[in-house]
T-cell receptor
Framework: AQKITQTQPGMFVQEKEAVTLDCTYDTSDPSYGLFWYKQPSSGEMIFLIYQGSYDQQNATEGRYSLNFQKARKSANLVISASQLGDSAMYFCAMREFNDYKLSFGAGTTVTVRA | GAVVSQHPSWVICKSGTSVKIECRSLDFQATTMFWYRQFPKQSLMLMATSNEGSKATYEQGVEKDKFLINHASLTLSTLTVTSAHPEDSSFYIC?????????FGAGTRLSVL
């Protein structure tokens, strides 16, 4: 069964605007972690942000914030003040703490327009 | 943050030859490293989990004899694609776990002619 769902294959955003990338997950484990990674065309996977299932506050890292809605099982990534360098593929991932593996979503390609 | 180095970044080889890819954790020790394969515009597919000092754990459908993994030290894991064929051409990327987060190398693009 699909553990991570990213329903947006591609998105366009205007420079300096905010963009929200959707991610929903499925788990019965009460302890889990949610991650977002950025993959530019060069291929490297860059860790952006982490949210633990017991964290009370939404995670933030600079221009990245994670909108964590536990009851809805969603972990959307918000990128504020988009820059041209934000153009990349973004992956949502989850790790259940009784498992060492990361489950990845299909990814969302973001293209920032000048 | 934690830095993972992967080498080479690009390799072209002839069919039937073997290729070794290295994955190093530069500023931390990693008892567990992971090897993924990625096809164009697709997500990452876990191939195997590399454990320092023990045998790797391979995912279902991954040929152990074709994709040899060695994790001889706490900072180095290697993936050897043996007797490579054109269908092995792909993007291979490794990661190492440090304090709950997997940090990735830059990946290796393998082209088998």
């Amino acid at each position: 069964a699909q553990k991570i769902t990213q329903t947006q294959p591609g998105m366009f955003v205007q420079e300096k605007e905010a963009v929200t990338l959707d991610c929903t997950y499925d788990t019965s484990d009460p302890s889990y972690g949610l991650f977002w990674y950025k993959q530019p065309s060069s291929g490297e996977m860059i860790f952006l942000i982490y949210q633990g299932s017991y964290d009370q506050q939404n995670a933030t890292e600079g221009r990245y914030s994670l909108n964590f809605q536990k009851a809805r099982k969603s972990a959307n990534l918000v990128i504020s003040a988009s820059q041209l360098g934000d153009s990349a593929m973004y992956f949502c991932a989850m790790r259940e703490f009784n498992d060492y593996k990361l489950s990845f979503g299909a990814g969302t390609t973001v293209t920032v327009r000048a | 943050g934690a830095v993972v180095s992967q080498h080479p970044s690009w390799v072209i080889c002839k069919s039937g030859t073997s290729v070794k890819i290295e994955c190093r954790s530069l500023d931390f020790q990693a008892t567990t490293m992971f090897w993924y394969r990625q096809f164009p515009k697709q997500s990452l597919m876990l191939m195997a989990t590399s454990n320092e000092g023990s045998k790797a754990t391979y995912e279902q459908g991954v040929e152990k004899d074709k994709f040899l993994i060695n994790h001889a030290s706490l900072t180095l894991s290697t993936l050897t694609v043996t007797s490579a064929h054109p269908e092995d051409s792909s993007f291979y990327i490794c990661s190492a776990q440090w304090i709950n987060i997997q940090y990735f190398g830059a990946g290796t693009r393998l082209s088998v002619l």
